[in-house]
């Protein structure tokens, strides 16, 4: 019996997604897990898996749709099994129509500029519009020639205003003025829910790290050079034991019920092309720092070529953004909704340390918990915080 797939939900805050390129053809064979399309929301590009095996029978969207949630877009089936035709106009049109009609006339508008035989991709040419950059102007890297993502995000990292022709451009230091992409779009959407709908506290914690450190370099000298684990990657499998330990954090607020979440899956902030998105990685607490570390480094891949699964961004209930690649000492972090809490984490530092009246060299790391104020309070995420230090400062916990 054939079967519809519908335009997944991918986050609570989801409303559509924009089709960008369809994998599988009518006609062709598919089986249950295959990529059959890839889909662009505002967090990122996202290939869409088949939930069914059969032959395609009917794609109902174009490439290029902006397509509701939960609308139609496809059919599978058997191979040469009648289904009523489904056509586009029945497809549910987006709540915000006016939006909608305006992004189609943008990209009529523009494509009137550049030239209609300038070969790009859906994505190369959606970025291009956000960022008024004329494609005729451009040469492609991709196969023939053809203008790809990478094109236009090195273009738009230019000091240069790229959309000018060559021989308008000139030497002299101008304005640059670019539009916001929809994923910087979607995070201050977020941000600013965040930061104006939910009361946030603070409580920062200095952690000592020799053990760790040590511990870390001991592991790594047995593992081979791809499987290496990071210090985010004990700091994430200490979050989410001492989570088991403070249920009231891994949680969200519904009404007036807190939730407390059955699984532990721990949100792990990664920078992407225009901004940031989070990958999950799911039952943190029940995984090894191997399977952790392979888990974040196959997701954060996958999230900066624009290529995640809907999996890999949705079902965090508690996040982390570590900045200590960047030299950070400390920082706070906001909150991602609908969750409780947020782990901000700096830079691990070697500084002077008083210990036992001595002055000494020792490794010190600073993390700051924000926290919902709705749901907990300064005392239940200072415990957190100390919980967090036995298994920072006593790594051998995380391995038993």
Same mark, same amino acid.
């Given at each position: 019996?054939?079967? %519809?797939?519908?335009?997944?939900?991918?986050? =609570?805050?989801?409303?559509?997604?924009?089709?960008? $390129?369809?994998?599988?053809?009518?006609?062709?064979?598919?089986?249950? !897990?295959?990529?059959?399309?890839?889909?662009?929301?505002?967090?990122?590009?996202?290939?869409?898996?088949?939930?069914?095996?059969?032959?395609?029978?009917?794609?109902?969207?174009?490439?290029? @749709?902006?397509?509701p949630v939960n609308a139609p877009i496809a059919v599978i089936g058997a191979a040469g099994e009648k289904v009523a035709s489904i056509s586009v106009s029945s497809?549910?049109?987006?709540?915000?129509?006016? *939006?909608?009609? +305006?992004?189609?006339?943008?990209? %009529?508008?523009?494509?009137?500029?550049? @030239? +209609? &035989?300038?070969?790009? +991709?859906?994505? #190369?040419?959606?970025i291009a519009r956000e960022n008024k950059v004329d494609l005729s102007h451009i040469q492609g890297t991709g196969p023939g020639g053809r203008i790809v993502r990478r094109d236009i995000e090195k273009l738009v990292a230019s000091p240069l205003v790229a959309s000018q022709p060559a021989n308008q451009q000139t030497s002299q230091l101008v304005d640059k003025l670019t539009s %916001? %992409?929809?994923? $910087?779009?979607?995070?201050?959407r977020r941000l600013v829910e965040s930061k104006t709908a939910i009361p946030h506290f603070y409580v920062t914690?200095?952690?000592?790290?020799?053990?760790?450190?040590?511990? $870390?370099?001991?592991?790594?000298?047995?593992?081979?050079?791809?499987?290496?684990?990071?210090? &985010?990657?004990?700091?994430?499998?200490?979050?989410?034991? +001492?989570?088991?330990? =403070?249920?009231?954090?891994?949680?969200?607020?519904?009404? &007036?019920?807190?939730? *407390? =979440? !059955?699984?532990?899956?721990?949100?792990?902030?990664?920078t992407v092309p225009g901004g940031l998105m989070t990958v999950v990685v799911k039952d943190t607490d029940q995984k090894t720092l191997r399977q952790i570390s392979g888990e974040v480094k196959a997701m954060a891949g996958r999230a900066r070529e624009g290529k995640v699964k809907p999996e890999d961004v949705d079902g965090s209930t508690f996040s982390t953004s570590n900045l200590g690649m960047y030299d950070v000492e400390n920082f706070t972090a906001i909150i991602n909704p609908p969750e409780a #809490?947020?782990?901000?984490?700096?830079?691990?530092?070697?500084?002077?340390v008083v210990e036992n009246g001595a002055v000494k060299i020792g490794w010190r790391m600073k993390a700051t918990i924000s926290v919902d104020h709705r749901i907990s309070d300064g005392a239940e995420a200072a415990q957190f915080m100390q919980a967090l230090a036995e298994f920072l400062e006593n790594p051998v916990r995380m391995l038993v």
């Amino acid at each position: 019996m054939a079967e %519809t797939i519908n335009m997944p939900k991918l986050g =609570f805050d989801m409303a559509e997604g924009l089709l960008v $390129r369809w994998v599988k053809q009518v006609g062709e064979n598919i089986n249950k !897990g295959d990529v059959l399309a890839e889909i662009e929301t505002d967090k990122a590009t996202v290939e869409v898996e088949s939930s069914a095996s059969g032959v395609v029978l009917q794609l109902i969207v174009d490439q290029g @749709s902006i397509v509701p949630v939960n609308a139609p877009i496809a059919v599978i089936g058997a191979a040469g099994e009648k289904v009523a035709s489904i056509s586009v106009s029945s497809v549910p049109v987006s709540s915000d129509k006016s *939006q909608v009609t +305006s992004e189609k006339l943008q990209v %009529t508008s523009y494509e009137a500029q550049s @030239s +209609s &035989n300038v070969k790009a +991709s859906p994505l #190369a040419k959606k970025i291009a519009r956000e960022n008024k950059v004329d494609l005729s102007h451009i040469q492609g890297t991709g196969p023939g020639g053809r203008i790809v993502r990478r094109d236009i995000e090195k273009l738009v990292a230019s000091p240069l205003v790229a959309s000018q022709p060559a021989n308008q451009q000139t030497s002299q230091l101008v304005d640059k003025l670019t539009s %916001t %992409t929809k994923l $910087r779009q979607a995070i201050g959407r977020r941000l600013v829910e965040s930061k104006t709908a939910i009361p946030h506290f603070y409580v920062t914690h200095e952690y000592k790290m020799d053990a760790l450190l040590d511990m $870390r370099k001991q592991v790594n000298a047995f593992l081979a050079d791809n499987e290496k684990v990071s210090v &985010n990657d004990f700091i994430l499998k200490g979050v989410a034991l +001492s989570l088991r330990q =403070f249920p009231n954090l891994n949680a969200t607020l519904k009404g &007036n019920e807190v939730i *407390q =979440f !059955g699984n532990v899956n721990v949100g792990v902030a990664v920078t992407v092309p225009g901004g940031l998105m989070t990958v999950v990685v799911k039952d943190t607490d029940q995984k090894t720092l191997r399977q952790i570390s392979g888990e974040v480094k196959a997701m954060a891949g996958r999230a900066r070529e624009g290529k995640v699964k809907p999996e890999d961004v949705d079902g965090s209930t508690f996040s982390t953004s570590n900045l200590g690649m960047y030299d950070v000492e400390n920082f706070t972090a906001i909150i991602n909704p609908p969750e409780a #809490a947020i782990l901000a984490i700096g830079s691990a530092r070697e500084i002077p340390v008083v210990e036992n009246g001595a002055v000494k060299i020792g490794w010190r790391m600073k993390a700051t918990i924000s926290v919902d104020h709705r749901i907990s309070d300064g005392a239940e995420a200072a415990q957190f915080m100390q919980a967090l230090a036995e298994f920072l400062e006593n790594p051998v916990r995380m391995l038993v």
